[in-house]
C-alpha cells in the first residue's frame, strides 16, 4: 500500500521568510511519481511540479524548489522569500506503479504567510 | 479555459435523500476521477474512469455509484446520503493512462448532509 505522509500540520511565517514543507512517502513499486498540488483559499487545486522516480535532480522554478532524495523517501518543497500569495493549502500526492495514475494524497500542510 | 467544470459548487441535503454531482472536462482527457476532501485527510479516492465504458473502485468507493456517460463527462451519485459523506467532492481528468500525467481539477462541489 502506498501512504504520503506530512508531518506538518500548519506553518506559520512571516513574509520574506524561507520555509519548507516536508513530504515522505511509502511505495514498494520502483516506478514512480511525485506531485505538489497547491490549495488556495479559493479552494481549487493547482498543479504545481511532477517529478518520477529515476530523477532525482533538485528542480527550481522562480521562488519554489523541490528537493527529491529517493534514499529517505522524501520530496520536499521549499519557498524562498514567502509571499503573502503562497498562503494556502500544500499537498503532496504519489502515484505508483500499480496505482495507474490514481493519486495518494498526503494530509496537507497549511502554509500562512503574515505580511 | 473552463477545464473541469463541476455543479452544483454547493448543495445540502437531508438524510436518505439522493443527489448526482456532475462534472465535465473540455480537455479531451481520457481519464477522470472522483475525489472526496475531508478535514485533516488530504484527498481520498472514491472512483476513477481510465477510459470511456470503465469505471473502477477507489480507496472509499461504499455509498458512492459513478457514471462515464461519454468521455466528457463523469457523474457521481448518492443514492442514500449520510451525514458521513458531508464532505468536499472534486472532480479531476488527466490525458491518456499513465502515472505520470498530472490531474486537472475542478472548483470543487460542498455538500453538507443534515
Known amino acids: 500500500a502506498q501512504k504520503v505522509t506530512q508531518a506538518q500540520t500548519e506553518i506559520s511565517v512571516v513574509e520574506k521568510e524561507d520555509v519548507t514543507l516536508d513530504c515522505v512517502y511509502e511505495?514498494?513499486?520502483?516506478?514512480?511519481?511525485l506531485f505538489w498540488y497547491k490549495q488556495p483559499p479559493s479552494g481549487e487545486l493547482v498543479f504545481l511540479i511532477r517529478?518520477?522516480?529515476?530523477?532525482?535532480q533538485n528542480e527550481i522554478s522562480g521562488r519554489y524548489s523541490w528537493n527529491f532524495q529517493k534514499s529517505t523517501s522524501s520530496f520536499n518543497f521549499t519557498i524562498t522569500a514567502s509571499q503573502v500569495v503562497d498562503s494556502a493549502v500544500y499537498f503532496c500526492a504519489l502515484s505508483g506503479g500499480t496505482s495507474y495514475g490514481k493519486l495518494t494524497f498526503g494530509q496537507g500542510t497549511i502554509l500562512t504567510v503574515h505580511p | 479555459n473552463a477545464g473541469v467544470t463541476q455543479t452544483p459548487k454547493f448543495q445540502v441535503l437531508k438524510t436518505g435523500q439522493s443527489m448526482t454531482l456532475q462534472c465535465a472536462q473540455d480537455m479531451n482527457h481520457n481519464s477522470m476521477y472522483w475525489y472526496r476532501q475531508d478535514p485533516g485527510m488530504g484527498l481520498r479516492l472514491i472512483y476513477y474512469?481510465?477510459?470511456?465504458?470503465?469505471?473502477d473502485k477507489g480507496e472509499v468507493p461504499n455509498g458512492y455509484n459513478v457514471s462515464r456517460l461519454n468521455k466528457r463527462e463523469f457523474s457521481l451519485r448518492l443514492e442514500s446520503a449520510a451525514p458521513s459523506q458531508t464532505s468536499v467532492y472534486f472532480c479531476?481528468?488527466?490525458?491518456?493512462?499513465?502515472?505520470?500525467?498530472?490531474?486537472?481539477f475542478g472548483d470543487g462541489t460542498r455538500l453538507s448532509i443534515l
Open positions: 474512469s481510465a477510459s470511456e465504458g470503465t469505471t
Open positions: 517529478r518520477n522516480s529515476f530523477d532525482e
Open positions: 479531476a481528468s488527466s490525458e491518456a493512462g499513465g502515472l505520470n500525467q498530472p490531474q486537472h
Open positions: 511505495t514498494r513499486d520502483t516506478t514512480y511519481y
